[in-house]
């Protein structure tokens, strides 16, 4: 079946990096866009930033524009953000979700957990 | 800058309807927003309701369905159940490659 696979969380300090994973099966990756979306604790959804299916083109959040980059390899079925300069409003469970090709998601990993502290 | 809004929290008795509603802090909501629907659960991940405004995802319920409705984006449950006691979430597409969730809103069924 579909399946989305996220890895990578853990806990940092403010100002380090981190680069999440995202393994995909169960549909052809290439063909689609694929999201990053965030959970900060006892909050509500916030898209984070999508790429394109092929990686020609991707978008950020103002919030992360500038200190985070989403990538892929279709080679791999992965993909990935990388998540420079962090700040304690990261902390949140981070998933990876494939576009629909409507404008919309339809299949949601179960996230992997950052917590950004001192 | 713009905001989705959303209704924080709603109640709804069992068998009953109810429409929850999305919109914009600035400006009214349309189908060129394609605006979809999410039903997130307690401790489990988003599971997609509706996308393109009323098109439902698959093995959604028919109980389910989506609108636009006086300038906001609408979701209608038609003979509530127990179980979709959940949060649900709207989303809508502000331009090339931008999206926004509003911030949900609590429905409580009893």
């Known amino acids: 079946q579909v399946q989305l696979v996220e890895s990578g969380g853990g806990v940092v300090q403010p100002g380090e990096s981190l680069t999440l994973s995202c393994g995909a099966s169960?549909?052809?990756?290439?063909?689609?866009?694929l999201h990053w979306v965030r959970q900060a604790p006892g909050k509500g959804l916030e898209w984070v930033a999508f790429i394109l299916h092929d990686g020609s083109n991707n978008f950020y959040a103002d919030s992360v524009k500038g200190r985070f980059t989403i990538s892929r390899d279709n080679s791999k079925n992965t993909l990935y953000l990388r998540m420079n300069s962090l700040r304690p409003e990261d902390t949140a469970v981070y998933c990876c979700?494939?576009?629909?090709?409507?404008?919309?998601?339809?299949?949601w990993g179960q996230g992997t957990a950052v917590t950004v502290s001192s | 800058q713009t905001v989705v809004t959303q209704e924080p929290s709603f109640s709804v008795s069992p068998g009953g309807t109810v429409t929850l509603t999305c919109g914009l802090s600035s400006g009214s909501v349309s189908t060129t927003h394609y605006p979809s629907w999410y039903q997130q659960t307690p401790g489990q991940g988003p599971r997609t309701l509706i996308y393109?405004?009323?098109t439902p995802s698959s093995g959604v319920p028919d109980r389910f369905s989506g609108s636009i409705l006086e300038n906001k984006a609408a979701l209608t449950i038609t003979g509530a159940q127990a179980e979709d006691e959940s949060d649900y979430y709207c989303?809508?597409?502000?331009?090339?490659?931008?999206?926004?969730f509003g911030g949900g809103t609590k429905l409580t069924v009893l």
């Open positions: 169960g549909f052809t990756f290439s063909s689609y866009g």
């Open positions: 979700v494939k576009d629909n090709s409507h404008y919309a998601m339809d299949v």
């Open positions: 989303m809508l597409s502000m331009g090339v490659g931008i999206w926004m």
């Open positions: 393109n405004t009323n």
